[in-house]
């Protein structure tokens, strides 16, 4: 009787629900397949003692067999996926960083530049309100037209 495969804390899919319909499914299968495969791998090559075995496979060889039908069949299912995945995903997958970290990582960068870039808004819009009150009182004459400025930039509400 097979085991079942482990799943990960962080994995956004629990082992009682089933992987969706189609392509996208059969992949997930195909990758749970791959891992546990790999997973057989690294257990039978850490176990094995054994020399060669007389007329049969090394338990090695058939572990490695199963890989290769697993990256395989995930070349088969390829053919027919039409998503893009961004290199840089795959590049800090392949480098072990957790892609559910670093969208969160990239998600709290983007909110932090965003309260700099506000903060910078607010210290430019602070700065003008500035100056038009300084040109406002040494150069009277242009008031209106500073006035007529601020009603045109002010956001709306």
Do not use: C, W
């Amino acid at each position: 009787m097979a085991q079942p495969t482990p799943v990960a804390p962080d994995s956004p899919r629990s082992e009682q629900t089933p992987p969706p319909p189609g392509i996208q499914g059969d992949l997930e299968q195909e990758l749970m397949g791959l891992a546990n495969s790999l997973y057989n791998l690294g257990v039978t090559v850490i176990n094995d003692t054994t020399r060669d075995l007389q007329g049969g496979q090394k338990p090695v060889g058939s572990r490695v067999n199963d890989v290769v039908s697993n990256l395989a069949n995930l070349d088969d299912i390829a053919q027919h996926l039409t998503a893009m995945i961004p290199m840089q995903v795959l590049a800090d997958i392949d480098n072990s960083r957790n892609p559910m970290l670093l969208t969160k990582e990239r998600l709290e960068r983007a909110a932090t530049e965003n309260q700099f870039m506000n903060g910078k808004i607010a210290a430019i819009n602070s700065y003008r309100r500035y100056l038009d009150e300084a040109i406002a009182e040494n150069f009277p004459e242009l008031e209106p037209v500073l006035k007529e400025k601020a009603v045109e930039s002010s956001p709306p509400k």
